[in-house]
């Protein structure tokens, strides 16, 4: 009984590697599919391309939402410091894209370290409301630097590398959203994600045994700054601006939004509930122009549906009905 759950095991783990294999072939192909279409298959390459950074962005938050069980209201804080890295360095330093890519998740590391390290010392509710004053502490900061930031009006005109067409971007994104998955997979099978979690489950056990929880917060937290940054800094070359809206709390409402819907106890969850979110937006936007101002009303509809039907999210709804684990 045993072999045969083993068996049962590896044929599983091996049928999801397989499926994985499938769809990172086909996001490989889409854009060339896509640019088929002239003019519409350009605007939905550079859709998918904000699709998979905002996936990033999503499953980011996730690290300290979903497998660190801490409610984030600042998370746009990072996302916005990764853009804003970008546009200044690209736009005031000359500096080229690679140099800048590479820095944005330093840089939002740096003000998650700062932000977090007074943050984790306190817990649930509390944490919540100190994370979002922060956020709008450092939003208000950018908001009226007007000779450094640009202030309301940000930072237009970012340059653009020739080389990157949309289809080369939307690889670039897709290699990167790529990269970072893995990492942020391996660091969640790894004994600190399975501390993460532990102290998820039961804070006051996690201490009993030894744990540093508010260390291991921290670094949870670093983590978690980075990558948002990194997504700050595509979608802001990929727009080419950035904004004071890239730091507002109701920014960060977006990567919670988009785990609840996709499933928070999975990795792969938050990133499926952006593309979904987006691409729902899209076809109400323009479905009819008077429905725009009514997406908000769609979207509440959504969480409803999911909070009252699919607690787990669409990576919850599909595990309850195919028995399958946490992917």
């Known amino acids: 009984m045993m072999v045969n759950a083993r068996n049962s095991e590896a044929s599983s783990g091996t049928a999801r590697w397989l499926v994985g294999a499938v769809v990172v072939v086909a996001l490989f192909a889409l854009p060339f599919i896509l640019s088929q279409l002239g003019r519409t298959g350009e605007y939905w390459i550079w859709v998918t391309t904000e699709m998979l950074i905002m996936a990033l962005f999503a499953m980011s938050l996730n690290l300290i939402l979903g497998y660190g069980g801490m409610v984030s209201f600042g998370h746009a804080a990072f996302f916005g410091v990764g853009a804003y890295t970008v546009a200044l360095l690209m736009k005031k330093a000359g500096a080229p894209l690679v140099l800048a890519l590479a820095l944005a998740p330093v840089t939002a590391a740096i003000a998650a370290a700062v932000i977090g390290w007074f943050c984790v010392r306190l817990i649930g509710l509390y944490f919540a409301i100190l994370t979002l004053a922060f956020g709008q502490l450092l939003y208000m900061v950018v908001f009226q630097w007007y000779t450094f930031t640009g202030g309301d009006d940000g930072i237009h ?22 990269i970072c998955f893995l990492v942020m997979r391996m660091i969640m099978n790894s004994s600190f994600g399975l501390t993460i979690r532990t102290i998820r489950e039961n ?87 008077s429905l ?33 684990s946490e992917t």
Not at 160 to 166: A, G, W
Not at 260 to 271: D, E, I, T
């Open 203 to 289: 804070m006051e056990r996690a201490k009993f045994i030894g744990v540093n929880v508010r260390r291991f917060q921290w670094y949870n937290f670093i983590l978690a700054g980075a990558f948002a940054g990194l997504a700050g800094g595509l979608l802001c070359e990929l727009n080419r601006f950035a904004q004071t809206e890239f730091l507002h709390w109701s920014k960060s409402a977006e990567p919670i939004l988009a785990s609840l819907v996709g499933g928070m106890y999975s990795l792969v969850g938050p990133a499926i509930g952006s593309a979904v979110l987006i691409f729902l937006k899209i076809i109400v936007q323009q479905a009819h122009p």
């Open 157 to 178: 005109g970012i340059p653009k590398p020739e080389i990157l067409t949309p289809i080369a971007y939307y690889l670039l994104c897709l290699v990167l959203f790529l």
């Open 292 to 324: 725009v101002e009514t997406w908000a009303i769609f979207l509440g509809l959504i969480l409803l549906v999911v909070v009252l039907f699919a607690p787990g999210g669409l990576v919850g709804l599909y595990q309850r009905l195919t028995g399958k």
